[in-house]
């Protein structure tokens, strides 16, 4: 199993004062300090490597103003309330659970992209039917199962 390896406030205030410092994708999780810090950033924000983020982080990144890439498995309700308030394209395909109520409130986001491959759900009908990218057409078979 490989080691977690945190991205901390300080690792994020060196990435501002010098992106090419730091490969942002290689983290796993981050501190909500440096979600703080990043928020900051007007350009891409990489984060695909994070495999959690808390819903503080969360609602730090939501101020980002540039695009945001992330690759987490799964979101928490008010992590997804929060990020679809961003205003800058976000990236969320690694995905693979969702609650009805996190994709009602993704739903909302301007400019979102998802692997929807893995939501042949309820959650997966909502985002498709807001109108984000996915791979069906509406007469394809939803399970309305979690």
């Known amino acids: ?22 490969d942002l994708r290689e983290f796993t999780a981050i501190e909500d300090e440096a979600a703080e810090s990043l928020s900051k950033h007007e350009g891409w924000l990489y ?27 799964e979101l928490s309700d008010a992590a997804a309330e929060s990020l679809s308030k961003h205003e800058g394209g976000l990236g969320l395909d690694g995905l693979t659970s969702l609650s009805d109520a996190a994709a009602e409130s993704l739903g909302k986001c301007r400019d979102v992209s998802f692997d929807l491959d893995h939501f042949l ?8 039917q807001a109108g984000h990218w996915g791979h069906w057409d509406e007469e394809d078979d939803w399970d309305d199962e979690d």
Do not use: C, N, Y
């Open 1 to 22: 199993m490989s080691e977690e390896k945190v991205l901390t406030k300080k690792i994020a205030e060196q990435f501002l004062a010098d992106e090419d410092s730091v």
């Open 47 to 73: 984060l695909s490597g994070l495999t959690s983020l808390s819903d503080a982080a969360a609602e730090s990144l939501s101020q980002h103003t540039g695009p945001l890439i992330l690759r987490l498995t």
């Open 121 to 128: 759900t309820s959650a997966g009908k909502i985002l498709w």
